[in-house]
């Protein structure tokens, strides 16, 4: 990271900043075209889960390279300048690099739709054996992951 000063170097900060997101954005590769999707997620000890859909370009990238980027950002807000180029952006934001793989079995798909669900409620769900049987999960075992602040 060039501007050490911005480093978020805590674990316990940067996987805060994870929980508080609401949408991630999820960065692939096919060939030497990306492609961004923003996602809903779910977040456990260094593993990120998201649904999709059973086909698509997501999918077709992530079976031929399941080399991921994710980004996670909060408390996003402009500060004015006197001048144009005086504005600046206060940010808190996490970049995590790691692998992909589909999730597979009913009993791991409910654990992955657990973890997806408690980032957006403390309520409990039960899933249908129909709805694990049509639901496309994906689960990303980050490798890596850095924090960076502004304005803070």
Known sequence: MR???REITDKAAIESIIRRSIV??????????????PLCFGYEDGTLYFHCARE????????????????????????RGNEACGCAMRYRSVIAF?????VEGADAKRKALDV??????DESHEYS???LAKVTL??????????KQSGY
């Open 3 to 5: 501007r050490r000063d």
């Open 24 to 37: 991630c954005r999820l960065g692939l590769s096919k060939g030497d075209q990306p492609y961004v999707v």
């Open 56 to 79: 698509g370009m997501k999918v077709d990238i992530l079976r031929a390279n399941d080399a991921v980027c994710v980004e996670f950002d909060i408390d996003q807000e402009l500060v």
């Open 98 to 102: 790691g692998r992909a793989s589909f």
């Open 116 to 121: 997806l669900m408690r980032q957006y409620s």
């Open 129 to 131: 054996d129909d709805a």
């Open 138 to 147: 994906v689960k990303v075992d980050i490798e890596s992951m850095t924090g």
